[in-house]
């Protein structure tokens, strides 16, 4: 039996660690255990992304979403800042090829400004200034999006969380959750050997796994996550040039994935994607994957199927030009015709962790979910990476005021117990 800890956090991505390092540094004098399944940090969404730092171009004003990355932007760079994490500059481009995506962008260049954002909109030949190798009707410049790495970042919050008095237990899946009145019962296996830890209460940021650890809990809720696959390719090392920006199309409202863009790397490459196909596995990074439990745990939920039908013709789309270069190479020639189908080099696919509702809809927002003695984090959207640090600030927040009704009955048996 391990000790009893005040703060159990479960995920080693950035959202955990980000929480597990900002809990210890608010209370330095609590013990606090972070646990992650994998050997490392960051094996899943944050490791598997564009690493780009985001503006908060793209969301609803007074959104949880809006609010979190653009304080994330700050915090981020701060943070690379103080602890030499390079970070680039590059600044991005909306970039509109269609009459309908010029009308989308004016739009978007509303919402920028409601968001508070530096944003500039330059027309075609502006355009071609800037970007030669970009071809468009007019582009949003945003100034103030980066590109960094996130697993070097989270690895630099665990390493913060180690110094201030943290402890973290790696190769370490969560079997089972339990919670009484006094205490959070955490079962796992560590490097395959049984281990139980308990502690005062229990964050979790399992991202991918969020549904089944609040159906562990014993929580009610009316969601699951819905795994999309988002694929990339890395352009050859002559191409590293080919773009002075991130290259983004305007991305289409009713939908929650960006589109196929051009992103500069922080190793210098280009990347090219993600596009956003059905995952029949959660955690499957290969062109091949099948989980049969992930699959039976979606057609059994009514709300895959829900929102199955409702973007039935771009799941089709998207999953034809998954398997057919030629199509996913038209949806970047749009806006950059010089490449062609053979630059298009193999790289790491992501998995984006969505939460969907039984009636279809996509959870667009956070999501959270709460027990006596526990608090889940059920979707973290885009800009998630980039909003680490506000969001684990806002769940220090939260644990903070859930836990004064607790506190102010202790301090009152206190008082008592004096008088």
């Not at 410049?141 to 980066?146: C, E, L, M, N, Y």
């Not at 039984?358 to 667009?364: A, I, R």
């Not at 859930?402 to 117990?417: G, L």
């Given at each position: 039996m391990e000790k009893m800890y005040d703060y159990v956090v479960i995920g080693g991505g950035i959202v955990g660690v980000s929480t597990a390092w900002q809990l210890q540094s608010r209370f330095p004098d609590k013990s606090i255990l972070l646990i992650e399944k994998e050997s490392g940090f960051s094996h899943h969404q944050t490791g598997h992304n564009s690493g780009v730092i985001h503006a908060g171009v793209y969301y609803a004003p007074g959104s949880l979403k809006a609010e979190f990355c653009k304080a994330g932007v700050a915090a981020t760079t701060e943070f690379c800042a103080k602890h030499n994490i390079p970070v680039e500059n590059c600044g991005k481009?909306?970039?509109?090829?269609?009459?309908?995506?010029?009308?989308?962008?004016?739009?978007?260049?509303?919402?920028?400004?409601?968001?508070?954002?530096?944003?500039?909109?330059?027309?075609?030949?502006?355009?071609?200034?800037?970007?030669?190798?970009?071809?468009?009707?007019?582009?949003?410049?945003?100034?103030?999006?980066?590109i960094v790495s996130y697993r070097q970042v989270t690895e630099k919050m665990a390493q913060?969380?180690?110094?201030?008095?943290?402890?973290?237990?790696?190769?370490?899946?969560?079997?089972?959750?339990?919670?009484?009145?006094?205490?959070?019962?955490?079962?796992?296996?560590?490097?395959?050997?049984?281990?139980?830890?308990?502690?005062?209460?229990?964050?979790?940021?399992s991202g991918l796994m969020a549904d089944r650890m609040t159906r562990m809990m014993g929580i009610e809720t009316d969601f699951q996550i819905i795994p999309y696959r988002g694929e990339y390719y890395r352009l050859p090392a002559k191409y590293n040039n080919i773009v002075n920006h991130l290259i983004y199309p305007i991305p289409d409202p009713d939908l929650p994935f960006l589109g196929v863009h051009l992103t500069r790397m922080i190793d210098g490459s280009v990347t090219v994607g993600p596009n956003a196909v059905q995952g029949w596995k959660r955690e499957g990074y290969g062109k091949i994957n099948f989980n049969l439990r992930d699959v039976l745990d979606m057609v059994s939920f009514a709300g895959f199927w829900k929102v199955s039908a409702k973007h039935l013709k771009t799941g089709l789309i998207e999953t034809k030009n998954s398997w057919w270069k030629p199509g996913y190479l038209k949806l970047v020639n749009k806006y950059c015709p010089q490449i062609k189908?053979?630059?298009?080099?193999?790289?790491?696919?992501?998995?984006?962790?969505?939460?969907?509702?039984?009636?279809?809809?996509?959870?667009?927002?956070?999501?959270?979910?709460?027990?006596?003695?526990?608090?889940?984090?059920?979707?973290?959207?885009?800009?998630?990476?980039?909003?680490?640090?506000?969001?684990?600030?806002?769940i220090c927040d939260k644990i903070v005021k859930?836990?004064?009704?607790?506190?102010?009955?202790?301090?009152?048996?206190?008082?008592?117990?004096v008088a």
């Open positions: 481009l909306l970039v509109a090829t269609s009459k309908e995506e010029v009308e989308r962008m004016q739009a978007l260049y509303q919402r920028c400004h409601e968001n508070g954002l530096d944003v500039e909109l330059i027309d075609q030949d502006e355009l071609k200034a800037r970007e030669p190798n970009i071809v468009g009707l007019g582009a949003i410049a945003v100034s103030t999006t980066s913060e969380f180690v110094d201030a008095g943290g402890v973290i237990s790696l190769d370490t899946e969560v079997t089972g959750l339990a919670e009484s009145t006094e205490k959070v019962t955490v079962s796992a296996l560590r490097c395959g050997e049984p281990v139980v830890f308990d502690g005062q209460f229990l964050v979790v940021c189908v053979e630059d298009l080099q193999p790289y790491p696919a992501g998995i984006r962790a969505q939460a969907v509702l039984k009636d279809g809809s996509l959870v667009h927002d956070f999501l959270f979910a709460e027990s006596e003695r526990s608090l889940h984090v059920c979707n973290a959207p885009s800009p998630a990476a980039t909003s680490a640090i506000p969001i684990g600030g806002y859930k836990q004064q009704p607790v506190i102010a009955e202790i301090n009152k048996e206190d008082v008592a117990n």
